[in-house]
């Protein structure tokens, strides 16, 4: 089992719809969760991260967490052909491993207009 | 933009070679993680660098090595490259003791071809 999942893509949306990214992780001690928006030739964008279970709102952008369920998810609302790019979900584990996150594969996302 | 530079921006070299890829952590950061992205998959951690000393390491040869400077800025090498070893190298600032300690920051990234 990889520590860090995603959903598998590349996944494909129409314009102004809500596209929801998903990943799973294997470390129940995991503290801190992070998305990171990536696009082609360049280097990862932190988009979010998120603590604590629940919802975190950031404009179009949602993250939920379960701890529970070892889950986290990014939802992006009103999607923009602009948003078209690889979502890399991380996640750092617990302790003083302050450095080191671990990555998902990424998911490939495509917003046609 | 984050404020961490890296250079070379990109770079080729032959099997056998070495190579020192460089970084500049955000300003306020004291902390530089880098990490090695192949091709269509996620970054993996190689190591961190804390008040100049290796502050965990990934699953990573020793010919993987790094420095950090007093002003934490950080370089990577890699001794006996191999073809395997061409990839995107990132470096990672964030600042451990800070508002939002974990929360790092990417540069721009090495890509570095090994023929």
């Known amino acids: 089992q990889k520590e860090v999942e995603q959903n598998s893509g590349p996944l494909s949306v129409p314009e102004g719809a809500i596209a929801s990214l998903n990943c799973t992780y294997s470390d129940r001690g995991s503290q801190s969760f992070f998305w990171y928006r990536q696009y082609s030739g360049k280097s990862p964008e932190l988009i979010m991260f998120?603590?604590?279970?629940g919802d975190k709102e950031d404009g179009r952008f949602t993250a939920q967490l379960n701890k529970a369920s070892q889950y986290v998810s990014l939802l992006i609302r009103d999607s923009q052909p602009s948003d078209s790019a690889t979502y890399l979900c991380a996640v750092r584990a617990g302790g003083t491993s302050y450095g080191k996150l671990t990555f998902g594969q990424g998911t490939i996302l495509t917003v046609h207009p | 933009e984050t404020g961490v530079t890296q250079s070379p921006t990109h770079l080729i070299k032959t099997r056998g070679q070495q190579v020192t890829l460089r970084c500049s952590s955000q300003s306020g950061h004291n902390t530089v993680s880098w990490y090695q992205q192949a091709l269509g998959q996620g970054p993996q951690f190689i190591f961190q660098?804390?008040?100049?000393?290796?502050?965990g390491r990934g699953n990573f040869p020793p010919r993987f090595s790094g420095l950090q400077f007093p002003n934490y800025s950080s370089e990577l090498n890699v001794n006996a490259l191999e073809l395997d070893d061409s990839a995107l190298y990132l470096c990672a600032s964030n600042q451990i003791g800070g508002p939002s300690t974990d929360t790092q920051y990417f540069g721009p990234g090495t890509r570095l071809t090994v023929l």
């Open positions: 998120i603590y604590s279970n």
């Open positions: 660098y804390y008040r100049e000393e290796e502050n």
